[in-house]
Nanobody, 127 residues
Framework: QAQLVESGGGLVQPGGSLRLSCVAS????????MGWFLQAPGQELEFVAA????????DYADSVKGRFTISKDNAKNTVFLQMNRLKPEDTAVYYC????????????????????WGQGTQVTVSS
């Protein structure tokens, strides 16, 4: 089973950008659909974005549409989350998650859809 390691979090001013990365171990990354979730203090995990196993299909939470972009590079075993025009309410721990996809274009948005999780990376948006 693959393991996931996130990086790229940090402190950024409102309106700024960050790019999160999630590297997967193992040799079957191309079979995995991936997702990003966030967890703000005292809150439950919340869906942010999802990408299909091929990388050709994506889905986003309404709160991040037009600002965040998820992408998947199967050659590098990596999924990215490009976050632009960040807002203070984006402050949270961000987790990447993965699961074997049942179909080529399958997208998964539920916490319980995913079988493997990274350790999380903190994103703080503040002036």
């Amino acid at each position: 089973q693959a393991q996931l390691v996130e990086s790229g979090g940090g402190l950024v001013q409102p309106g700024g950008s960050l790019r999160l990365s999630c590297v997967a171990s193992g040799r079957t990354f191309s079979n995995y659909a991936m997702g990003w979730f966030l967890q703000a203090p005292g809150q439950e995990l919340e869906f942010v974005a999802a990408v299909s196993r091929s990388g050709s299909s994506t889905d986003y939470a309404d709160s991040v549409k037009g600002r965040f972009t998820i992408s998947k590079d199967n050659a590098k075993n990596t999924v990215f989350l490009q976050m632009n025009r960040l807002k203070p309410e984006d402050t949270a721990v961000y987790y990447c998650a993965g699961r074997v996809a049942l179909t080529t274009g399958g997208l998964y948005t539920g916490v319980n859809d995913y079988k493997i999780w990274g350790q999380g990376t903190q994103v703080t948006v503040s002036s």
